[in-house]
């Protein structure tokens, strides 16, 4: 299963420090245009009080919003910040010029906070932030406007309007665009669990049906919620039959040729040559060029042991599988046959087991977690060596695998003779 909280803490990251990041950017352009028109002699500067003043409310803009993000209950008084920088920016507006101010469109700043909400009511504030940001020259200093400047502001205040109403919607698709995704990754993400429950439930819990001459314990450890990668043993009628399996790629298709696969196999539980059961799985997938299937192959190890020891094997291009003797000598199981869905031909060959050896197969995730390198299976049969317990060898790659990230499906199954 997987683990949702690191995306939520991470939007709720996003949400606390969002009006810090966007206060920072409207107090440093309107520390900026204070700065600039002090010391540049191209800017107005025509009540410098005002014009600082404009400046501090900015700054404790910028105070609230720290606090905010330290402390997520002030968020409950976000929109006072951009209130705050409504009268800023008509501060500094008077300050540098009134009408003749360069730094007039900063106010598009805050409306734009704004108006990003939800909310209809969201476009009525910033276009009365905007009007008083333009009207606050004629608090501070009544005066009788001449008509031309009356229209002028009159026009900016509706260009405005229409930019807050037009970022009001596009914000409102923008999160009915942003729900629907996320009904639609968590139905994905529902089928995606059921679909990881029930390859699981087709892994084998338990070897208690196993003759008792033979044990058998595997674990499969998906890089993604659902992996290509399966392992199965089942009784026959001489002993029991084993079988390990890696399809190419990963999720839920490559899950679903695995079940097809392991079933195929298991159909031919009273077929004694391993052979057969790879062929009718190679014959079960191979629907037709144009299937979706076509392309896929499945590299597999099936192996069917006698009580007596007598196993035979068919390594179908997997290539991953050892033999660990009593003695701790290794020696790989492998043949030169092309993997199914890919080749058309496997036969069988024959192994006789001692009392105490073991049968190692793994998928080729394993051998990332020995470095992934041409000697990494040197590495593997190495450490195999070491272990005489078929549980000890499982308990230690998985291990292994939880120590850190592993890109591929790990899946291990070990095959213990026991007379």
């Not at 010029?97 to 734009?112: C, E, H, K």
Request: proline share 5%; hydrophobic share 50%; glycine share 10%.
């Amino acid at each position: 299963m997987r683990d949702d909280t690191g995306p939520i803490v991470l939007a709720g990251l996003r949400t606390t420090w969002a009006p810090l990041a966007k206060q920072t950017l409207i107090a440093a352009l309107v520390v900026g245009a204070a700065v600039a028109s002090t010391f540049s002699p191209w800017l107005l500067v025509t009540a410098a009080p005002w014009m600082w003043t404009g400046v501090l409310i900015a700054v404790v803009g910028l105070v609230v919003s720290a606090a905010a993000a330290r402390w997520p209950a002030v968020m409950r008084i976000e929109l006072v910040v951009p209130a705050l920088d409504f009268f800023a920016v008509g501060l500094l507006r008077y300050g540098t010029g009134d009408s003749r101010s360069v730094f007039t469109t900063i106010v598009a700043l805050p409306l734009v906070w704004v108006a990003a909400n939800p909310g209809r009511w969201n476009v009525l504030w910033p276009v009365l932030g905007t009007a008083g940001t333009l009207l606050l020259p004629y608090l501070i200093a009544p005066t009788d406007a001449q008509g031309s400047e009356l229209v002028r502001l009159f026009t900016v205040v509706v260009v405005f309007g229409a930019t807050a109403a037009v970022t009001n919607e596009l914000a409102r698709q923008a999160g009915l665009q942003l729900a629907a995704v996320q009904r639609r990754r968590r139905v994905a993400e529902g089928e995606i669990d059921r679909a990881a429950l029930v390859q699981q439930s087709l892994l084998p819990t338990t070897a208690a049906g196993l003759p008792e001459e033979l044990r058998a314990v595997g674990v499969c450890i998906p890089a993604r919620t659902v992996g290509g990668d399966f392992y199965d043993w089942f009784p026959t009628p001489g002993g029991a039959a084993f079988t390990l399996g890696d399809v190419m790629g990963k999720g839920v298709g490559a899950g679903m040729i695995a079940a097809a696969v392991r079933s195929l196999i298991r159909s031919t539980v009273d077929e004694s040559d391993p052979a057969v059961a790879v062929r009718r799985a190679a014959t079960g997938l191979a629907t037709g060029t144009s299937d979706l299937t076509s392309g896929q192959f499945t590299t597999c190890f099936h192996v069917r042991v006698d009580r007596d020891g007598h196993a035979r094997w068919v390594d179908a291009g997997h290539g991953l599988t050892v033999l660990r003797s009593a003695d701790g000598t290794v020696r790989s199981l492998r043949s030169g046959h092309l993997p199914i869905g890919v080749g058309t031909a496997w036969t069988a060959e024959d192994t006789f087991l001692e009392p105490g050896d073991v049968i190692v197969t793994v998928s080729d995730g394993v051998l990332d977690l020995f470095g992934g390198d041409l000697d990494s299976l040197d590495r593997f049969e190495a450490w195999v060596a070491e272990r005489d317990h078929p549980q000890q060898v499982v308990d230690d790659i998985a291990e292994l695998a939880h120590a850190g990230d592993h890109p591929d499906d790990v899946t291990v199954l070990c095959i213990g003779y026991r007379p």
